[in-house]
């Protein structure tokens, strides 16, 4: 359900479709606050895999911020497999990405994860 809901999601943030200031906490509330924490970490994992195999600037503040949500949901400061394999993957997103908004979301997961910088 998450990940076709997410599928819509992405498919609509391409279009050109007006969206409405509340489409991405629309979003969570549906999608994400609905999942129990062992599901929100095992999404996490797919979301790291969407931002790795798709990276797309258009939408990568709103992948960050339901990676963010899926995180918080999860309850857990355990790293998802796919994150431990992939050690540069946070400053892969930084060098191609020098927005505050974007680099505070990374901050918060650095934190979160407990990651150290």
Known sequence: MFIKALSSFIEKLASDDELNEWY???FIDENIYL???TEAFEFSSYVIELLKEEPQPDYIYELLTILLALQ?????????ETLKNSPNFFDEITKSNSEVYIQILINELFSNYQIKI
């Open 24 to 26: 991405l906490s629309t």
């Open 35 to 37: 999942l129990s924490p």
């Open 72 to 80: 918080r949901q999860s309850n857990t400061t355990q790293i998802p």
